[in-house]
């Protein structure tokens, strides 16, 4: 009996340890499976990553660029992107209900036609289109085009005044609602500063403007005025009737359709600024010494005349530099070995973004404490008055006027040292996509577009050297900033009114603002404490 259960157990254990053997056996395979696969999928990776590189390197070869929202390698032309762009810009228009078909659309009733026919629009036109069609009209009936005609001056004012009415929301509605007014001629004038205009005269970038397109700053000071003034196509009246969510919930819709419109003007600009740039490089051939020498004089002599004009160092300066870093950027990459010299390019860049965003930030924060200044002293003025009425004004002595005026001319070469911060980073960003735009263009091989980089280095090398040769004290002085205000004012107002004012006519009114400026603090009585007073002059802040 023990006999047999001895070799019962005998039995169980043997199977439990090949039970044992077997399972540590499965394991050990599965183990080995696992890791067998892992390395199967590390290897699949590597040899994935690998294809990848090897894909990217034969495109950047032959001069293809990857499109991020493709997730594909294929070949970039300028002339393709700027015909996609104006059928994008179409379809906007006419998402927005701002194509010409809007003149076909049934007339919006209104108490009197007689401004829309004298633009000849529809009451239905937008405010774009009522722009454009009194520049066209102003063309027709301005008196120096018609000198034979005795009326023309009339027909112009009436003109003009139709426009300063049907171009402003307010006083378009209530045109629409009630029809002329006798104070029709009142400041409307105010409502109808050009941005572009104005920022055109105070920096003098109209040299430059085929290089860098419109400023950024002006284009955004348009949209805001716009939608300032109501430009939603709602009268006043309906605005009333909506419910604070309501206008909320327009608002952002309005701000949406804002920043769609500006991103694609945006690219637009640049698209635009790459075909100038490519045609004002084709001239330049490295393989003729005399074209070659021809088309660094040309770059020589464009860029005199830029520092000429208005803060014309400063773009040179600003505008070189941008090319010149682009340019060897990209031949960095495609003709140093291992790319080393687009890799210090590039580092290059990076510092001066970085400086560029620390100058930015100290300049918005003199600008706002400048602001904040004035602002504070503005205040306790208008408390005084009110609590004081207009003895609150005599109270103030001629020292205390003084030095408010002082402060507030203080201020404005802050405010203009902001602006020109604003208006760097902006030409800096709109210039790289400028040029690698012309670098990527397809339309021609690789080897032209190594060419067209090196042109744009020289375009860039001579543009900053005359800059820098002509830089001036690179500050802003108050008075020339003040000068330029009121110029700025009068030909934004002037074009308002179809009348050309050219840039030499701008330079001499400023010259002029500034000797009338100087003749009248001359014949200003001096003060009573004269020999501790401070002359009213520019106390200039750096760039």
């Not at 599965?30 to 696969?37: C, I, N, R, S």
């Not at 004012?157 to 609602?177: F, P, V």
């Not at 902001?418 to 210039?431: E, G, P, V, Y």
């Not at 080897?447 to 830089?471: C, M, P, S, V, W």
Request: hydrophobic fraction near 35%.
């Amino acid at each position: 009996m023990s006999s047999i259960n001895g070799s019962t157990t005998s039995s169980s254990k043997n199977n439990a340890t090949a039970t044992t053997a077997a399972a540590a056996a499965t394991a050990a395979t599965a183990e080995g499976g696992g890791l067998k696969g892992f390395f199967s999928s590390v290897q699949r990776n590597v040899n994935k990553k690998t294809e990848e590189v090897r894909a990217a390197r034969e495109a950047k070869t032959v001069g293809k660029i990857y499109d991020s929202k493709t997730k594909e390698w294929s070949f970039y032309f300028i002339d393709q992107e700027w015909e996609a762009l104006l059928k994008e810009e179409a379809e906007t228009k006419q998402t927005n209900g701002q194509d010409a078909a809007s003149a076909l659309e049934e007339e919006r009733p209104v108490k009197d036609r007689e401004y829309y026919d004298l633009l000849n629009v529809s009451t239905n036109a937008t405010s774009g289109e009522i722009k454009k069609a009194y520049y066209k009209e102003a063309r027709k009936v301005h008196p120096d085009k018609n000198p034979d005609d005795p009326d023309a001056a009339t027909k112009f004012q009436t003109l003009g005044q139709a426009y300063q009415i049907l171009s402003n929301e307010q006083s378009r509605a209530a045109y629409d609602k009630s029809g002329k007014s006798e104070n029709d001629n009142g400041d409307e004038n105010m409502q109808n500063v050009d941005p572009f205009v104005f920022f055109n005269v105070m920096f003098g970038s109209n040299l430059v403007e085929p290089y860098i397109g419109e400023l950024w700053i002006a284009d955004t000071a348009d949209s805001l005025m716009k939608s300032s003034t109501g430009d939603n196509g709602l009268s006043p009246e309906q605005m009333e009737t909506m419910s604070e969510e309501e206008q909320h919930l327009l608002m952002q819709e309005q701000m949406k359709k804002m920043s769609v419109e500006s991103d694609l003007k945006q690219r637009k600009r640049q698209v635009k600024c790459a075909q100038f740039l490519r045609t004002r490089i084709g001239a330049y051939d490295p393989t003729d010494a005399a074209k070659k020498q021809a088309f660094i004089q040309s770059c020589q002599n464009e860029a005199v005349e830029i520092a000429k004009g208005a803060y014309g160092d400063l773009y040179c300066i600003t505008i070189g530099f941008a090319l010149q870093v682009a340019a060897e950027e990209f031949l960095g990459f495609e003709t140093t070995l291992f790319g080393v010299g687009g890799h210090l390019a590039r580092s290059k860049k990076n510092a001066s973004a970085f400086s560029t965003n620390m100058k930015l930030l100290g300049a918005g924060i003199k600008a706002a404490s400048a602001g904040a200044k004035a602002m504070q002293e503005a205040d306790e003025l208008q408390k005084s008055v009110k609590e004081k009425g207009a003895a609150g004004l005599a109270d103030m002595n001629p020292e205390q006027a003084q030095q408010m005026a002082e402060n507030l001319d203080d201020s404005l070469p802050a405010f203009l040292e902001f602006a020109w911060a604003i208006n760097k980073r902006d030409i800096q960003n709109t210039l790289k996509e400028v040029c690698r735009r012309v670098f990527n263009d397809a339309s021609v091989p690789k080897e032209t577009r190594i060419e067209k980089a090196q042109a744009i280095k020289i375009l860039g090398d001579e543009f900053k050297l005359i800059g820098n040769l002509a830089r001036q004290s690179g500050k802003f002085d108050a008075e020339e900033i003040k000068a330029r205000m009121s110029v700025a004012a009068m030909t934004t107002m002037a074009k308002a009114q179809g009348q050309e004012v050219t840039n030499e006519d701008q330079e001499e009114m400023i010259k002029q603002a500034k000797q009338d400026s100087a003749a009248a603090a001359a014949a200003q009585p001096p003060a009573d404490n004269a020999e501790e007073a401070t002359p009213v002059e520019a106390k200039t802040q750096s760039v």
